[in-house]
């Protein structure tokens, strides 16, 4: 899940009736790993139902709630494409449902649209939910300037929209986002199957050691009979 920092917009009763058009996600993608890569691929994307607490640290093993119906969905092929150097985008149409409670709020009460904590209380943020069948990972890059949430309308004499950016709370300082990735795990049928909590050493009664990135696996090295011998 993650918040979106959103550029100010302005409304004005001069310019008429807003009338919604659609509301838009756009991200990029920069890289690509998995065992198979061919064949079409899915990511929901889910509301959040609640929060992210901005000074928590969220690990892997945290979940955050989020509402059943997901706002959309993208649906692609990256068979074609090489996984050490991707340069390409996503793109979903959002619920109408959801862009126009944006639109209402936006001519309503303008000020949750220039204050992110103001932000933060009206849209929780999403979540990346990935497909059944999709056994791959794709390197969303949400801090992109090609990644964001894009909100069409327009009023009897134009066509408009605005951008909700994404952005990072380590590089943009004084930015109220938060992000973090979900990993479950299925250790059933390996030697690792019976470790069942975190923090906890474990023996796995072979001569072998494991270690595995994002899963909270580490080998533990005691070099005490060493320093004994010394």
């Known amino acids: 899940g993650l918040y979106m920092a959103p550029d100010t917009v302005e409304f004005s009763d001069e310019n008429g009736e807003y009338i919604f058009d659609s509301l838009i996600l756009r991200m990029k993608v920069d890289y690509l790993y998995g065992n198979d890569l061919q064949g079409q691929k899915s990511i929901f994307v889910h509301e959040l139902t609640d929060s992210l607490e901005l000074n928590n640290l969220y690990l892997t093993k945290h979940t955050t709630s989020y509402a059943d119906i997901p706002l959309g969905e993208f649906v692609f092929d990256y068979s074609s494409l090489d996984t050490v150097s991707v340069d390409t985008l996503m793109k979903t149409r959002f619920s109408d449902e959801l862009g126009l409670r944006f639109l209402k709020e936006a001519e309503e009460n303008d000020t949750t649209f220039s204050n992110n904590n103001l932000f933060r209380e009206f849209f929780y943020g999403l979540a990346f939910v990935a497909g059944e069948t999709n056994d791959m990972v794709a390197g969303i ?3 992109s300037r090609s990644s964001y949430l894009r909100l069409h309308f327009h009023n009897s004499t134009d066509t408009l929209y605005k951008d909700f950016m994404f952005y990072d709370l380590d590089t943009i300082p004084g930015n109220t986002t938060k992000n973090y ?3 479950t795990l299925d250790r059933s049928g390996t030697p690792l199957e019976g470790i069942t909590d975190y923090y906890t050493e474990y023996q796995t009664g072979n001569e072998l050691s494991y270690i595995q990135a994002s899963t909270g696996v580490f080998t533990k ?8 011998s010394i």
């Open 221 to 228: 090295v005691n070099i005490q009979p060493y320093l004994n």
């Open 141 to 143: 890059v949400p801090e």
């Open 181 to 183: 990735n979900n990993i």
